[in-house]
Nanobody, 117 residues
């Protein structure tokens, strides 16, 4: 079992920045891929950024050039630096991890990001 806990969400003005963090913990795990998803009411959860253990990254088009995903394999953390935030970035952001040992995906509980003046 892997537990993922996100932090860092909140209210920010358009053009501002936020940094999300996600901490993975558990008794026995080895995480390969980690990612951030977001979801707004009435819409499907969408992948916005992913990173593998070698720190190769991928981004969804709406966030390219504004968001940066990174990870610390020693601390089992993944981060999402969000710059130049727009109102349309408002969503609940979820951390995702794939555990090699259990061959299972895990999700955090989500953190709200609201971009508004």
């Amino acid at each position: 079992q892997v537990q993922l806990v996100e932090s860092g969400g909140g209210l920010v003005q358009p053009g501002g920045s936020l940094r999300l963090s996600c901490a993975a913990s558990g008794s026995r795990f080895s995480i390969n891929a980690m990612a951030w998803y977001r979801q707004v009411p009435g819409k499907e959860r969408e992948l916005i950024a992913a990173i593998n253990r070698a720190s190769s990254t991928n981004y969804a088009d709406p966030v390219k050039g504004r968001f940066t995903i990174s990870r610390d394999n020693v601390k089992n953390m993944v981060y999402l630096q969000m710059n130049s935030l727009k109102p349309e970035d408002t969503a609940v952001y979820f951390c995702y991890a794939w555990d090699i040992i259990s061959s299972s995906p895990y999700w955090g509980q989500g953190t709200q990001v609201t971009v508004s003046s």
